[in-house]
């Protein structure tokens, strides 16, 4: 018994050592672009010769890494002693990733269709999976329940983490024993719909910006701690001279995958695929968005590729909001100089005779140019 349970083990460890390797490849790549493959022990001699490769022999080698990594790879049972490892899903949600960034303009200046449809294939593997064994994958039910269960059922992939406060140290407001590190730019807090489904500079919005906050999509308030949202029954103040501010502690693992990149992966990938969206897009994008309980695409609102385009570029900023995408896809879209080569805004409120009154202001200048897509 003992003999197969070593071989067992030793069959696991060698499918996490092809999915590491594969993913920290795919880490320098996307910094990168071109980077050394390596898959052996190098010699001092080879070290100092061995060649780049381009990004798309790195997306290679990485998929190949992954597709081995399954073999040897199962699905762990949600156990203490398993929390961190990387399973089956975990391989293919690379792969995902990796084709995904590869069908990409950045990577793809010809535009090749097929590495849209390699991507969208990828993503489907798992979205299949999910139809077969719902309980191997699948949306949680609840948006924050992906944030305050830890390894949940959509979880992928995730860290291994013990009991800490650091997110919140790290993150929240100084006034709340935080160092305030990570504030949200206004123009994250612009990107969220209102409950009627459409983006706030639609007339058909219903937006007031007398009352910023006030019906705007679900998600927003478990990535923005916003003026007026209660939390623990006390309203938060983020005005002039107001106070707020939460500091609990509980396991946080870094998600680095879940089932919700991968629809949107799906959406992408085969809207740019097609020559206009057909239902499976519509399909994977309204999965998220019933979840955030604002209202479905319509197949009928028929819209056109580039309309569609916007919906699920907007939605991975909203989605993944804070879950390190953004800064990648904005470059591998080459959206760089639309979106980062311009002011960043933030929200002034002040608050005279118990009203509060909004102003955007400019935090700072920044600058974006081409060579910046890649470090």
């Not at 990168?32 to 001699?45: A, C, G, M, P, R």
């Not at 990648?328 to 409120?349: C, L």
Request: charged share 30%; proline share 4%; net charge neutral.
């Amino acid at each position: 018994d003992k003999n197969e349970q070593t071989k067992a083990t030793y069959k696991r460890m060698k499918g996490e050592a092809l999915f590491l390797r594969a993913f920290y490849h795919f880490e320098l790549a996307k910094r990168f672009s071109n980077i050394q493959l390596v898959d052996k022990v190098l010699t001092e001699e080879e070290a100092k010769t061995i060649k780049q490769s381009t990004f798309a022999k790195a997306i290679e080698f990485i998929v190949r890494d992954c597709e081995n990594a399954t073999t040897y790879l199962d699905d762990f049972k949600k156990e203490s002693a398993d929390y961190g490892r990387a399973t089956w899903l975990s391989a293919l949600a690379l792969k995902s990733r990796a084709l995904l960034y590869l069908a990409s303009k950045l990577n793809n200046p010809d535009e090749d269709k097929q590495l849209w449809k390699d991507a969208a294939d990828a993503a489907k593997e798992i979205m299949d999976i999910q139809v077969k064994n719902p309980s191997q994958v699948g949306l949680l039910s609840a948006y924050y329940s992906v944030f305050t269960t830890p390894y949940n059922i959509e979880i992928l992939f995730a860290t291994s983490s013990d009991n800490s406060n650091e997110v919140e140290l790290y993150n929240n407001p100084i006034s709340y024993g935080g160092k305030g590190y990570t504030n949200p730019t206004q123009e994250l807090v612009d990107a969220y719909e209102t409950t009627k489904g459409y983006p706030i500079d639609d007339p058909r919005s219903g937006y007031d910006p007398e009352n910023p906050y006030k019906g705007r999509d679900p998600r927003m308030e478990y990535s923005v701690a916003y003026n007026g949202l209660k939390f623990s029954g006390t309203p938060i103040e983020t005005f002039v001279g107001g106070k707020d501010g939460l500091n609990k502690k509980r396991r946080r693992p870094w998600i680095l995958f879940r089932y919700a990149e991968i629809l949107l992966n799906y959406a992408e990938a085969m809207n740019e695929y097609l020559d206009a969206p057909d239902q499976s897009i519509y399909d994977a994008v309204n999965l998220i968005r019933k979840r955030a309980k604002i209202p479905q695409l319509n197949i009928r609102m028929n819209l056109s590729k580039e309309e569609m385009r916007a919906r699920i570029r907007n939605e991975r900023r909203v989605e993944l909001a804070f879950e390190e995408h953004r800064f990648w896809d904005v470059r591998r879209w080459e959206e760089g100089q639309t979106y980062f080569n311009q002011p960043i805004h933030g929200m002034r409120i002040t608050m005279e005779n118990e009203k509060a009154s909004y102003e955007t202001y400019v935090v700072e200048e920044r600058v974006f140019e081409p060579k910046m897509n890649y470090y």
